[in-house]
């Protein structure tokens, strides 16, 4: 494929033609949200997190302490939101505002 056979798409943004692939990737970079610790410490899948106070797990009857190791997070696309898995804990999701990056 030529240069010349490539596509262009209007950016509302900027008011620009450019190319389709241009404007995908530009959007993708844009769509992507930070999700930071208590600490201001960027976040991403895989990361182990600390608690950094007692948390009381509502369903589960347990209360997870400070100090708590929380290995492999997952980014749930919400900027205050973390999925992890705890033993005897199904679906645990945390708030970024209670956790330390470790």
Same mark, same amino acid.
């Given at each position: ?19 389709? +692939? ?9 769509? +992507? ?5 208590? %600490? ?15 948390? %009381? ?15 492999s997070i997952r980014l749930t696309g919400d900027a ?12 645990? %999701?945390l708030r970024a505002e209670f956790v330390r990056k470790?």
């Amino acid at each position: 494929m030529a240069a010349d056979d490539e596509d262009y798409v209007y950016d509302e943004d900027s008011g620009e033609w450019l190319p389709a +692939a241009t404007l995908a990737a530009r959007q993708a970079a844009g769509a +992507a949200i930070e999700v930071r610790d208590a %600490v201001g410490n960027l976040l991403a899948d895989g990361d182990q997190v600390t608690l950094i106070k007692d948390l %009381v797990v509502k369903g589960a009857g347990q209360t997870l302490k400070q100090g708590t190791l929380i290995k492999s997070i997952r980014l749930t696309g919400d900027a205050q939101e973390i999925d992890c898995r705890y033993p005897g804990i199904k679906g645990l %999701v945390l708030r970024a505002e209670f956790v330390r990056k470790r």
